[in-house]
C-alpha cells in the first residue's frame, strides 16, 4: 500500500496487532493482517520475494544509523542509494542519497519515521522504468488483470502520490 492506502493500514494494523479489534469485535476488512505485514515489513518482504524466486536490488535491513551504515559496506553499494522506511505514509522519511551526509541523514529520518524502526538500505536502480498492474483476486484465488500502469515519476522516487498513466504507454513487446 502507498500513501492512500498506508492512511488506513497503519492504524487499522496498529489497532488489530494491539488486540483492539477482536476485543470489539471488529474485521478488518480487505487485505489479511498476515498479508499486510508480510508487504509492509521490509525485511518480511525480501525474504518472501526471495522465497518465489524474485530477485530485486541488493538490499538488507537496519534498525540504527549504525547497521545501516554496516549493510551499505557488506553490500558494497556506490551511491546513489535509496533508504525506504517501514510502515510509513507514502514513503515519508525515506529517499535517495548521493554521499555520506545524505545517508546518514535519510536513515535517521527514516528510523524516526518509522513505526517499526526499520529501513530498507537498497541498492538504486534509477533510471529504470517502473510498471505497476492492478490485480483484482476473489477467495479462491480467481484473478482478472484490470489494468497495467506507468509511474512517469523516476524509478526509485514512487510515492503513493506518483503520477501514473494507465495503461502504459511506453512498455514494449522487445
Sequence with gaps: PGGGGQRA????????EGGCLAETGCALLGNKLEAI???????RCKKTMESIGEVGPRADVAHTL????????KL??????????AYTLGGTGGGVAWNDE????????????????????????LGWKEFE????????????IICNMENLDAMGVHTGESIVVAPAQTLSVA
Design 76 to 85: 558494497n553499494l556506490e551511491y546513489p542509494v535509496l533508504i525506504r522506511p
Design 102 to 125: 545524505e545517508f546518514e541523514q535519510i536513515c535517521g529520518r527514516g528510523l524516526v519515521y518509522s513505526r517499526t524502526k526499520q529501513v530498507l538500505i537498497e541498492e538504486s536502480v
Design 9 to 16: 493500514v497503519a492504524p487499522g494494523t496498529g489497532r488489530a
Design 66 to 73: 549504525a547497521e545501516a551504515k554496516a549493510v551499505k559496506v
Design 133 to 144: 498492474y492492478e490485480v483484482m483476486r476473489d477467495g479462491v484465488d480467481n484473478c482478472l
Design 37 to 43: 505485514q508480510k508487504a509492509e515489513d521490509r525485511d
